[in-house]
């Protein structure tokens, strides 16, 4: 006992109150009996806990004698608050480097300095905030009910969405089981709302994004809060990402969802101790437990455990423990439980898998010299998901102009075709463009390789049918029999060429050879096709080429091509 109370006892300050039927004042904590007729009055005993608590006492009830309360010295423990500002600042650091990374998913084409600008105003914004409405109301419900507020303690996470949230443990005790809902309540309900607010703004400012690189987001290896769910399912998979806002706003209800949990000095915990009472410490255990198995499964999470046992498993304890009025305690129940049920989500139920694959019918395509002709990349997607998507599909480097002319959504298990074509760029015989074509669901991305070659048609290599002849050669065909071409190879000596057969759609084809001594098989979905990468063609010799399809192709290019990037094109529209 502090020496400023040895020789003060409270007794005469009770005795103002409420007349003394028995004390004990020798050792901690005093108690008292009064005489009262049924219980103490409330009103009357938040004036003496007023008076008490100015004298360096705190006053509360007992659950069972209910003509009996005890005093305790008020503790007057070192001040901690250069913690809860160290913590403070490291959460402002921890949510600005969340949204930067985040950022750079979104606006994959942006430097460092602007992604930084979009995590500060898209993010670091609206997450500042949903804790500005929280603890507002958090304020006003301290106030409301005659206590002191403080400053709350954030509890920073850079790897997942930069904060978990704000708990308040407060200086002055909660006077009565209302003062305790109200102060975890009103900021829980604003958090919320201020949370689904952004989501509503977010959903308007999203677009399609451009992602150079594979996703690892939150909601990659965790799922969505229960209550986006109908919203979401048709925004993940159309547009990639959601926007900055609308992530922040996906964080706050996470945040509410955990700060729901009725334990400890979370505000669901203040919430469930205040509706029911020391009932709800029978939750407190397995919930604990089933905290610590998330945790176990999401690293991430293993945080919220180690708070809430080091804050104290068992929370706060009102000075009275009357209960608040049953219409009250049912409306504010349901809300908490909505919102506890509606943000948090420990499993993968809500997760919309978007997973694809893709490969390119032909990686290659073939253009003449210092043409500008437009080339297609026709690209075949799988989804081996479970969500209805529709990739985007960006062209990497982004210095040419490009267009998707098919862009069909695939439902689960369905496949279809995608047609990228852009104008080839101007190059010498021999020159090859390399891009890459990238294909992003939102949570998964592929990226395949494409080239253009530039060859010179010469008059030295002729593709004929019949009497025509002509480099390029282009004639029309049908599925229901074989082509058959000449290659008249008009030039002395021997050189060695390359026999190219790409397809411009989904085919598959048999080309039969004659006249030389090489084998050729079946051409499939991945073709250029070219035997042994190179033969060798003898000047003045006639080739035959017989091409059967075996499926519908809308146009295939066959190309034969010497090692000075000479040689003929002939074109067959079917």
């Known amino acids: ?155 920073p996470d850079p790897i997942f969405m930069g904060c978990f949230g704000s708990i308040c443990v407060n200086r002055s005790p909660f006077r009565n089981r209302k003062s305790m809902v109200e102060t975890g309540a009103y900021p829980l309900f604003s958090g919320f709302i201020v ?41 993940v998979g159309k547009f990639g990402v959601i926007n900055p806002v609308e992530f922040a706003g996906w964080s706050g209800l996470i ?5 729901a949990i009725p334990m400890g000095y979370l505000d669901g915990g203040l919430v469930w101790n205040g509706l029911i009472g020391r009932k709800i410490q029978y939750a407190h255990y397995p919930l604990l ?109 982004s210095t040419t102009q490009y267009s998707v002319l098919s862009q069909p959504s695939l439902k689960p298990g369905g496949s279809g075709q995608y047609i990228m074509q852009f104008i080839s760029p101007k190059m010498d015989a021999g020159r090859t463009a390399n891009y890459s074509v990238i294909l992003s669901s939102g949570i998964e991305s592929k990226t395949l390789p494409i080239s253009v070659m530039s060859i010179s048609l010469n008059n030295g290599y002729l593709f004929g049918k019949g009497s025509q002849r002509d480099n390029p050669l282009s004639i029309n065909g049908t599925t229901s029999r ?31 050879l004659s006249n030389i001594s090489i084998n050729a098989s079946e051409g499939t979905i991945g073709s250029p096709y070219f035997t042994f990468n190179s033969f060798q063609l003898a000047g003045g010799s006639v080739i035959s080429l017989s091409i059967l399809p075996t499926t519908n192709p809308v146009r295939l290019g066959v190309f034969i091509i010497d090692q000075d990037y000479r040689g003929a094109a002939a074109y067959i529209n079917y």
């Open 482 to 512: 074989a082509e058959k071409l000449s290659l008249f190879a008009d030039f002395n000596g021997v050189r060695n060429v390359r026999l190219y057969v790409i397809p411009t759609e989904l085919s598959n084809y048999t080309l039969t």
């Open 289 to 397: 437990v089933v905290s610590i198995i998330v945790g176990l499964f999401y690293p991430e999470f293993i945080i919220l455990p180690v708070i809430i046992l080091l804050l104290g498993l068992r929370g706060p304890e009102p000075l009275t423990l009357t209960p608040p009025e049953k219409y009250y305690r049912l409306i504010v129940a349901g809300i908490s439980l909505l919102i506890l049920f509606g943000g948090a989500v420990p499993f993968h139920y809500s997760q919309p898998t978007n997973q694809f694959t893709a490969a390119m019918l032909s990686p290659l395509s073939i253009v003449e010299v210092n043409s500008s002709q437009a080339v297609n990349f026709d690209i075949i997607v799988k989804n081996t998901g479970t969500s209805t998507i529709s990739p985007t599909i960006t062209l990497s480097p």
């Open 255 to 259: 945040m509410s969802g955990f700060n």
């Open 195 to 235: 949370s689904l607010a952004l989501v509503a703004i977010g959903s308007v400012m999203s677009f399609t994004p451009s992602l150079a690189i594979p996703l690892k987001l939150p909601f990659t290896d965790w799922g969505y809060p229960a209550i986006l769910l109908p919203g979401i399912a048709g925004v």
């Open 1 to 155: 006992m502090n020496s400023r109370h040895s020789h003060y006892r409270p007794s005469h300050v009770i005795s103002r109150y409420f007349g003394i039927v028995e004390k004990q004042e020798d050792t901690f904590p005093y108690s008292y009996r009064v005489s009262v007729s049924d219980s103490i009055p409330e009103e009357e005993f938040r004036d003496l806990v007023d008076a008490l608590f100015s004298s360096g006492y705190i006053a509360f009830t007992d659950e069972v004698e209910k003509d009996k309360f005890y005093v305790v010295e008020r503790n007057m423990p070192e001040e901690r608050e250069l913690v809860r500002f160290i913590l403070f600042f490291l959460t402002i650091g921890s949510v600005l480097y969340a949204g930067t990374v985040y950022s750079g998913q979104y606006f994959s084409l942006a430097s460092a300095p602007l992604r930084f600008a979009y995590s500060a105003i898209l993010f670091f914004i609206p997450i500042y905030s949903i804790f500005l409405a929280r603890e507002a109301a958090r304020f006003l419900a301290m106030r409301r009910n005659g206590m002191e507020y403080s400053f709350p303690i954030f509890i």
